[in-house]
């Protein structure tokens, strides 16, 4: 059952400067989920943020599986994204069109796996709330995996105009977030 410590934030939030982040909500997991959602966004926050921002601290409960993004519970063939990520071997590239949702993670490492050092990461949703554009993302992260360092550049796309009303997160497979995930949603507050 995750913690939610929004509530604690919020009460310092009003204070926070314009072009200030400022922490929404965050979630910990007490026990392996499958996914993660933040839900009600435009009713809470419209009025107030800009941009949103998704910090996450991942393990999987199994290795090698990558980390997904949905919005507003739609999750048919309006995505597309775009990742690069690299290593001491050399970069690599991947690209999805037409699909079912977005990346933000490649290559999740499990916590059983003989290096337990988590994935993390910061995720930017550029204009969650205006509803005369398309909706963007991109994505930073790194990780140690087995042998090797990596960093993980991403870029997503939704093909809808709709205000961002629930941020939904998942393993693209069947492993889950692993227990002592966490995943903190922070508002980048209007300039005007």
Same mark, same amino acid.
């Given at each position: 059952?995750?913690?939610?410590?929004?509530?604690?934030?919020?009460?310092?939030?009003?204070?926070?400067?314009?072009?200030?982040?400022?922490?929404?909500?965050?979630?910990?997991?007490?026990?392996?989920?499958?996914?993660?959602?933040?839900?009600?966004?435009?009713?809470?926050?419209?009025?107030?943020?800009?941009?949103?921002?998704?910090?996450?601290?991942?393990?999987?409960?199994?290795?090698?599986?990558?980390?997904?993004?949905?919005?507003?519970?739609? #999750? *048919? &063939? $309006?995505?597309?994204?775009?990742? !690069?990520?690299?290593? =001491? %071997?050399?970069? @690599?590239?991947?690209?999805?069109?037409?699909?079912?949702?977005?990346?933000?993670?490649?290559?999740?490492?499990?916590?059983?796996?003989?290096?337990?050092?988590?994935?993390?990461?910061?995720?930017?949703?550029?204009?969650?709330?205006?509803?005369?554009?398309?909706?963007?993302?991109?994505?930073?992260?790194?990780?140690?995996?087995?042998?090797?360092?990596?960093?993980?550049?991403?870029?997503?796309?939704?093909? #809808? *105009? &709709? $205000?961002?009303?629930?941020?939904? !997160?998942?393993?693209? =497979? %069947?492993?889950? @977030?692993?227990?002592?995930?966490?995943?903190?949603?922070?508002?980048?507050?209007?300039?005007?």
């Amino acid at each position: 059952m995750p913690i939610p410590l929004g509530i604690l934030a919020a009460a310092g939030a009003s204070q926070a400067p314009a072009g200030a982040f400022v922490l929404l909500e965050s979630t910990v997991l007490t026990g392996n989920q499958a996914s993660v959602e933040f839900t009600n966004l435009t009713t809470k926050y419209a009025s107030t943020y800009q941009h949103l921002q998704i910090r996450y601290v991942e393990h999987y409960t199994q290795d090698g599986f990558s980390s997904i993004m949905q919005f507003n519970g739609v #999750s *048919t &063939a $309006s995505y597309a994204s775009h990742g !690069l990520w690299a290593s =001491g %071997s050399g970069p @690599f590239s991947s690209n999805s069109v037409n699909a079912t949702s977005m990346l933000y993670n490649h290559f999740g490492i499990g916590h059983t796996s003989s290096i337990n050092t988590p994935t993390v990461g910061v995720i930017d949703i550029l204009d969650p709330f205006e509803t005369t554009k398309n909706k963007t993302i991109r994505s930073f992260g790194g990780q140690v995996a087995s042998g090797a360092n990596l960093i993980l550049l991403h870029s997503g796309f939704w093909n #809808s *105009t &709709a $205000s961002i009303t629930t941020i939904r !997160l998942a393993t693209n =497979g %069947s492993p889950q @977030f692993a227990t002592g995930c966490r995943f903190s949603l922070y508002g980048l507050k209007a300039t005007a």
